[in-house]
């Protein structure tokens, strides 16, 4: 059973910063494999950060850039996402996802890849 524990998520005032932490267990872990999504009030659920799947290298959604940062501690199995400059958009329940082969309900793109772990989530609220 694939079980992937977010943590840190919170309240704070727009311009603020948090950290979200996941630690992933019984999964062949690759960070390469793992992102973050977020689920906003009547939205869907969308990719934030991730790597690619061409070159692994780091992708964001556009609303995200420049502000936002996925990182990864491969000895912990365990990935992060600090976020900077935060605004009331940002407001949403933070899940964190790893790649499940195949595609199907549940299951999200997102760079290249399809996620079909996920996490319980942790909400992230903005205040301005």
């Known amino acids: 059973q694939v079980q992937l524990v977010e943590s840190g998520g919170g309240s704070v005032q727009a311009g603020g910063s948090l950290r979200l932490s996941c630690a992933a267990s019984?999964?062949?872990?690759?960070?390469?494999?793992m992102a973050w999504f977020r689920q906003a009030p009547g939205k869907q659920r969308e990719g934030v950060a991730g790597f690619s799947s061409l070159n692994g290298g780091t992708i964001y959604a556009d609303s995200v850039k420049g502000r936002f940062t996925i990182s990864q501690d491969n000895a912990k199995k365990t990935i992060y996402l600090e976020m900077n400059s935060l605004t009331p958009e940002d407001t949403a329940t933070y899940y964190c996802?790893?790649?499940?082969?195949?595609?199907?309900?549940?299951?999200?793109?997102?760079?290249?890849?399809?996620?079909?772990?996920w996490g319980q989530g942790t909400q992230v609220t903005v205040s301005s």
């Open positions: 019984s999964y062949t872990y690759s960070s390469k494999s």
């Open positions: 996802a790893a790649y499940r082969p195949g595609s199907g309900p549940g299951m999200l793109q997102f760079g290249g890849r399809w996620f079909g772990y």
